[in-house]
């Protein structure tokens, strides 16, 4: 019973989160993207161009985005099947209908202001940081990336690369369709990113990792495994110049423990030696798997 309600708790969570990470990407597509006709590649910028293609029908490029997201999960069934993530199909789906639902709920027929450098900021903040979500969780919002995972399942080609070079055509096209300063801005955007994606996921992926050097380790070895619930290694250690011998502890932990192991272990032991790295990338039980 606890278990199954561990697994509630978790199921809930999790698609807590990626709600959040979907909202954050839809203010920031249709409040700064869409007006600014920004295409930085993907499924919303093939619908701003599609919604230069055909001006002042129904098909805005919100409802491009719908249409084109919809067909991709189609495709996404018959290519992939049961790989196919529900997770994508909800994410896919939340984007589109909250992209159709702000339209109807707030028509922008300009810009919010007459700075587009920042615009384009949040034009690219805001997604890059729902993506990140999303890529944390291992999810997406399909568009493009559907089109990645059915290039990984049947070639052998390096699917980042493909989705760069489309995402780049699709970019170059703004220079044609809306002009140099909408283009150069959209080659900009899709730079930046780029760049955010990955520096937002290593945020998330962030950890602490201690090497102490102390006379008192008991104490602190508790604190570890019992009031952060973390693991530790121990290792004997002899000091080059005095001799003495000592205990080292190894452990990884998230930022908001490593600062209260770091309150306690001074409070404990004012004299311990430690060195404190931040690394993105911890393999092994209780953070990435092999």
């Not at 698609?15 to 590649?41: D, H, R």
């Not at 997201?69 to 189609?74: G, P």
């Not at 922008?108 to 034009?123: G, K, R, S, V, Y």
């Not at 990984?152 to 170059?172: E, V, W």
Request: hydrophobic fraction near 50%.
């Amino acid at each position: 019973m606890q278990q199954n309600g561990s697994k509630s708790v978790e199921f809930f969570t999790r698609y807590l989160f990626l709600t959040l990470g979907i909202v954050v990407m839809a203010i920031g597509v249709y409040f700064f993207k869409f007006p600014n006709n920004f295409s930085t590649g993907g499924v919303s910028g093939i619908s701003i161009i599609l919604g230069r293609l055909f001006p002042g029908s129904f098909l805005s490029p919100s409802m491009f985005v719908l249409i084109i997201n919809t067909a991709l999960l189609v495709v996404g069934f018959i290519f992939i099947g049961r790989e196919f993530a529900f997770s994508t199909v909800y994410c896919s789906m939340l984007l589109s209908f909250l992209l159709t639902g702000m339209e109807r709920l707030w028509p922008m027929n300009a810009t919010l202001t007459d700075q587009p450098m920042l615009e384009l900021i949040f034009a690219v903040l805001l997604p890059a940081f729902g993506s990140a979500v999303l890529f944390n969780l291992d999810a997406s919002s399909g568009g493009t990336d559907i089109i990645a995972m059915i290039i990984r399942k049947y070639t052998s080609l390096n699917t980042g690369t493909a989705l760069m070079a489309a995402d780049a055509l699709i970019t170059l096209a703004a220079l044609l369709f809306f002009g140099p300063k909408t283009g150069l801005y959209s080659i900009l955007g899709l730079l930046m990113k780029s760049v955010l994606v990955d520096y937002v996921m290593d945020s998330f992926r962030q950890k602490k990792c201690f090497q102490i050097i102390t006379s008192v380790p008991d104490p602190i070895l508790d604190y570890i495994i019992n009031t952060l619930h973390r693991g530790a290694t121990i290792e004997e250690v002899e000091g080059a110049y005095s001799h003495s011998r000592k205990t080292m502890i190894i452990a990884v932990l998230n930022r908001s423990q490593s600062l209260l192991l770091r309150k306690y272990i001074h409070s404990i032991d004012p004299h311990a030696f430690m060195v404190i790295t931040t690394s993105t990338e911890i393999v092994g039980k209780g953070f990435l798997s092999l």
